[in-house]
């Protein structure tokens, strides 16, 4: 064999492996993509449970104040039927105590 063919058949040889190695980078490349995406896709499906989870708490909170000032409201409401000459006198007295300190500054 003489040193041209050696020369040919080396470059041929370089050829292929260059050859080889696009395909490899692009498969490496594909499945990158692949890879990031079906992250992409998980941390998405994350976000939303977590979102929904919120969500949840955040109407089970509300329920439980909305109950609460309801309850409030039915005390008040009994205690003013109960006693509506104190109610007044304390609104008068709570008026009265407000409007000196507004007319202060």
């Given amino acids: 064999m003489t040193s041209t063919d ?3 058949d080396a470059s041929a040889a370089l050829a292929d492996d260059v050859a080889q190695l696009r ?3 692009k498969t490496l490349r594909d499945d990158i993509s692949s890879l990031a995406s079906a992250g992409a ?3 998405k499906s994350q976000l939303k449970d977590g979102l929904s989870k919120a969500e949840h708490q955040a109407e089970a909170t ?3 104040a909305t109950s609460e ?3 409030i409201q039915k005390q008040t409401e009994k205690a003013i039927r109960k006693n509506p000459i104190s109610t007044v006198g304390a609104a008068l007295a ?3 105590f407000v409007g000196n300190m507004l007319s202060r500054r």
Avoid: H, N, Q, W
């Fill in 62 to 64: 509300m329920d439980a």
């Fill in 94 to 96: 709570i008026g009265y």
């Fill in 23 to 25: 395909k490899d980078f």
């Fill in 41 to 43: 896709k998980e941390t």
């Fill in 69 to 71: 000032l309801l309850e």
């Fill in 6 to 8: 050696k020369v040919k």
